[in-house]
């Protein structure tokens, strides 16, 4: 690493010397006078970039070993430290190794547990909230004033001791030695150069003397060099007393020294005993009793634990009517709407395998801990499975449930019935490699070291033992039929056998090892893969049908999806391929940071499960594009498998933990349409909804979500709809030239068929007596309620994209094709014309003060214009056209999307506060919650996701199959509505809606 450290801090004025005292102090703290300073990165001066995160900055975070924050307001209130502490922990993954400097204001912490209490914390910044729960490694300096920024200060220097001692990797008492050392050092060296000075005076005096007698003569010169001899005299004389001096001076600073010495030693002492009350803390028994402390981590621990139990323990406190703070209400949307059901803590060592009951009511988790453990469904233990003499490298259902299989590397197997009962101990002098049942369930087949392969039946009698190969046999298989076994071995070649043990097939089918075989589910193909980097597709004959070439190292495994038509691998090249049946590659899956132990499909073959040694389970679609990562696990992932319904994934960890997934929707359906459904809308109230489909059809719903009308009168795509501002009518707007007014009751009211061209936007007016249009004609209009057009805007030179009207009614704006906006009075008239933009403007938006205005365009920026035309800030950072741009409600943030796959947000004067990552497509909407706490962003990934105000990632909503259109929220900011290509509509609760399902005990759509 270039630096040991990066401090982390606003510029001050009040602490920023003090902040460049501790940086030149860590470097100079035990330096030898000839070393090089502790490498240290600090910003002397503030970085300009047209990016919150300069590039200089990133390469230093890059390059920093350790993270040092300084903690106190203004620094934690720094939009720039936000970033480079979300780089930092995110994209650096180092949280692990941050350096708390405490120098103002308050770090609370709740009581001797040392986890902090983020409500009555203002020198940490709330970002911090996502990546640790403790406080982590951490030094006081609140009492220091600015003059004990000395290392003369004993107390001070104490501090410069810890710091250094831990971003060096020693101890504390070893960095005192140093410093010791070092200092007695300096001082040697520094007599060293006081009389190298001396001398090298005395030679420069010397040498003028002598250019001087070369320039005078005789006389001058017996008179100078009289001089220059009295001259020495006196220096030699000064030089004696000066070293008498030193050496004087030199004892009394060596008495001083040890002084200081036990001084320090005293200190560090009294340092060590704060420093144990840092150690790691256990868990507090108080969970077991049910008592919840609300606050944002300790949320998040119990969520940990079982998730399911703490909703409980939330739904009975706000029944008693216990206030609800919404740190807590963010975890419970993530609860809610995220993948974690529960999880599993009851094995003593790594969980190394875990299956699912065919019948789906229950599952076994296997460990080193010797045992198993039979689970139902809802994660009531049913049974643990004792008498294996080693740790369980593998446990499985039979195809029937009714059985379950365990091997161990105590050279054993064990059969037991679904309830824990042992059936058979099947012994061996042979480590086992693999084992499977047969797909009726009635026999069995263990894969041994010893290059045989024992076939049993269900009771686990021996049927038959299989030998022939001359290499290390890596599995053994059934065929579905029942009829054939198949075995593939380090000697190259799979064998077939019948199950009498006889050997039918031997094919060379490898010019390495074969790692694994796979039959067909149709019974007339089977899969191979290889060390030799390839996997292989044959007939049941032998013949060869295709061979999949692409990976760059050993192939470990080769499976069929659930309808046979592709072909997953996984390779030790840290990929997983996709191929046709014929050996076309379709896409290529990485992600993963270490090798990937698996991929599987799920059982509709619609997904792709892949688990690693980086601790991650992901998700991904049949393109390749990762859908989900389930974290929560902190070390390698041992298995993991769908459950037969796949709304579920169990997995099994190193953190000796087993964890259930849940991957059922939360969520209303509201079917209807037939058609991809590209918009939705509430009413002022939210006691109507109207959605919009490419079937050219309106729907109308009441506030419990039954449908009150079917509006059939478009014969073009619908590009708008709108309420009035009582509720009592709506606007359907199309490309078919038209626009149409009905009641709510969907009664036809009136049509607007004056534009020549589709009409692409309408609006009401703020007191809801006229509409506003803007087409394709390159005009806007001005309508009656009667259909009437009241005033013609013209000017424009393109398509009209967007109209919108001031809040007061008075003023119009206008946004075109070819990137430019006009500001209209309300009569129609053109008052000015705003010129900024390249190309064409999506969206524009006067804001809540009535201020400002602000655009969107696909010359991939935002602007933010005074009503003059002059542009105040133009919010550049995405790297695809922005399709939007809109106004927090109070008017002091700014959220655009971009088709870059992310939404921005900003402060109004053009600072980015935060990227909202984490689609894998092209955002299509973002909006603020009408309360300002939230937003949702909807994309083409067939997902959309919750944020909070400040950016922080809540949830994700899953259950489309399709891309998500749109997402809003009920105008009380309780409820979501997400639109979608799979021709449906979802309704869910957001925050606020399940604070007060918890009020109620019940969930009400």
């Not at 009581?111 to 902090?116: H, N, P, S």
Request: charged share 25%; hydrophobic share 35%.
């Amino acid at each position: 690493m270039k630096y040991k450290a990066f401090i982390s801090y606003e510029k001050n004025d009040k602490f920023y010397s003090r902040v460049i005292a501790l940086d030149n102090n860590l470097r100079k703290y035990a330096k030898k006078s000839f070393e090089e300073p502790l490498n240290i990165y600090s910003k002397k001066n503030n970085e300009v970039s047209e990016y919150l995160l300069p590039e200089a900055t990133q390469d230093a975070l890059d390059d920093s070993e350790y993270f040092i924050y300084i903690a106190e307001k203004e620094t934690c209130m720094s939009p720039i430290v936000e970033a480079e502490i979300q780089y930092w922990c995110e994209e650096l993954k180092k949280k692990d190794k941050i350096l708390v400097t405490h120098l103002d204001d308050k770090i609370n912490l709740q009581d001797e547990t040392f986890k902090i209490n983020w409500d009555k914390t203002n020198a940490l910044p709330e970002i911090l909230e996502n990546y640790i729960y403790k406080l982590p490694f951490y030094v006081d300096l609140t009492w220091a004033k600015k003059v004990d920024y000395d290392l003369n200060n004993i107390k001070y220097k104490n501090i410069i001791n810890i710091i250094s001692s831990h971003i060096r990797g020693i101890t504390p008492e070893e960095m005192n030695r140093i410093e010791i050392n070092s200092i007695k050092s300096n001082k040697k060296t520094k007599s060293f150069s006081i009389i190298g000075t001396i001398i090298s005076l005395v030679m420069v005096v010397g040498l003028i003397f002598w250019q001087i007698k070369k320039i005078n003569d005789e006389e001058i010169i017996v008179e100078n060099t009289i001089k220059k001899e009295e001259v020495n005299k006196e220096n030699k004389n000064k030089d004696e007393s000066d070293k008498n001096n030193n050496n004087t001076n030199n004892n009394n600073n060596f008495v001083k020294e040890k002084t200081n010495e036990k001084e320090l030693e005293k200190n560090l002492e009294e340092q060590k005993e704060n420093l144990k009350k840092l150690n790691t803390i256990k868990k507090s028994s108080n969970r077991n009793t049910g008592e919840v402390l609300f606050s944002m981590n300790e949320a998040k621990e119990l969520f940990k634990e079982n998730p399911t139990h703490t909703l409980e323990i939330f739904k009975e406190k706000q029944m008693k009517g216990e206030k609800l703070f919404i740190p807590v209400l963010e975890i419970l949307s993530s609860a809610y709407y995220s993948t974690l059901y529960y999880s599993i803590n009851e094995h003593f060592a790594e969980v190394t395998s875990v299956s699912y009951s065919p019948n789906n009511d229950r599952f076994v988790t296997a460990s080193n801990d010797n045992t198993a453990k039979i689970w139902k469904k809802n994660g009531d233990k049913i049974a643990t499975l004792k008498g294996h003499k080693n740790a369980i490298n593998k446990v499985l259902f039979s195809s029937d449930g009714d059985k379950i299989l365990t091997t161990s590397y105590d050279k054993t197997s064990r059969i037991w019935d679904k309830n824990g009962n042992k059936i058979a101990t099947i012994n061996s002098n042979s480590s086992i490699n693999h084992a499977c049942f047969s797909k009726n369930g009635e026999n069995i087949l263990i894969t041994y070291d010893d290059k045989t392969v024992k076939l049993l039946d269900s009771a686990g009698r021996n049927l038959a033992v299989l030998r022939g190969h001359y290499g290390r046999i890596n599995m053994s298989v059934f065929s579905p039929n029942g009829k054939i076994i198949a075995t593939a071995s380090d000697d190259n070649t799979v064998k077939f056998w019948d199950f009498n043990g006889k050997l039918e097939k031997t094919i060379k089918a490898h010019s390495k090892g074969v790692n694994y075989v796979e039959f067909s589910g149709d019974n007339k193909k089977f899969v191979t893969a290889s060390s030799d980097n390839t996997a292989c597709v044959w007939e049941i004959t032998g013949r060869k049908y295709a061979n999949l070439r692409g990976h760059g190292l050993d192939v470990f495994s080769a499976k069929f999806s659930p309808d046979g038509k592709k072909i997953l691998t996984s390779s030790k090249d840290q990929s997983t391929k996709l191929w046709t049946i014929k050996g076309r590659e379709i896409a290529s899956i990485k992600g993963h940071q270490k090798n990937i132990n698996e991929a599987i499909f799920s059982p509709k073959g619609d997904k792709i499960l892949t688990y690693s040694k980086d601790n991650y389970v992901k998700l991904w679609n049949l393109q390749g594009e990762e859908i989900d990562i389930l974290k929560g696990h902190n070390k390698e992932i041992n298995d993991a498998t769908f459950s037969p319904d796949g709304e579920y994934i169990l997995t099994a960890s190193s953190d000796k933990t087993a964890k259930l997934w849940s991957l059922k929707a939360k969520s209303k359906t509201i079917k209807g349409h037939f058609a991809p459904v590209r918009k939705a809308v509430f009413s002022v109230n939210s006691n109507y909804l109207a959605t919009a489909s490419d079937d050219n059809i309106v729907k109308l719903w009441n506030k419990k979500f039954e449908l009150i009308s079917t509006l059939d009168a478009h014969r073009n795509v619908i590009s708008h709809i709108v309420f009035s501002p009582d509720e009592t009518k709506i606007l359907t707007v199309s490309l078919d030239k038209t626009a149409k007014l009905w009641s709510t009751n969907g009664n036809f009211i009136a049509d607007l068929k004056e534009h020549t061209d589709g009409i692409k936007h309408a609006i009401f007016s703020p007191d809801g007596t006229k509409i506003l249009t803007a087409s394709q004609d390159k005009t806007a209009k001005i309508w009656n309620l009667k259909g009437n057009v009241l005033t013609i805007l013209k000017g424009h030179n393109s398509a009209i994209n967007f109209i919108e009207m001031s809040y007061d009614g008075t003023e119009i704006l206008t946004a075109a094709y070819d990137g430019s906006i006009k500001l209209w009075d309300a009569s129609g008239r053109e008052v000015k014309d705003f010129k900024g933009h390249g190309t064409s403007v999506n969206t524009i938006h006067f804001s809540p003060d009535n201020k400002f205005i602000l655009s969107a365009s696909d010359d991939l920026s935002a602007i933010v214009w005074d009503k003059d035309g002059k542009i105040i800030v133009k919010l550049k950072g995405h790297r695809s056209l922005v399709r939007s741009a809109s106004f927090s409600p109070d008017g002091q943030k700014i959220l655009t999307s971009s088709n870059d796959n992310t939404a921005k947000i900003w402060t109004l004067d053009g600072i980015l506060v935060k990227t909202l990552k984490g689609h894998t497509s092209w955002i299509s909407s973002a909006v603020f919650s009408p309360d300002g706490e939230e937003i949702i962003t909807s994309s083409n990934d067939g997902t959309a996701k919750l944020w909070n105000i400040r950016g922080n990632y809540l949830a994700t909503l899953r259950g489309h199959k399709g891309a998500v259109n749109s997402a809003i929220f009920s105008n009380d900011s309780k409820k979501i509505i997400t639109t979608s290509n799979d021709n449906n509509i979802k309704v869910w609760l957001a925050p606020k809606g399940i604070e007060k399902w918890l009020k109620t005990n019940k969930i009400s759509f």
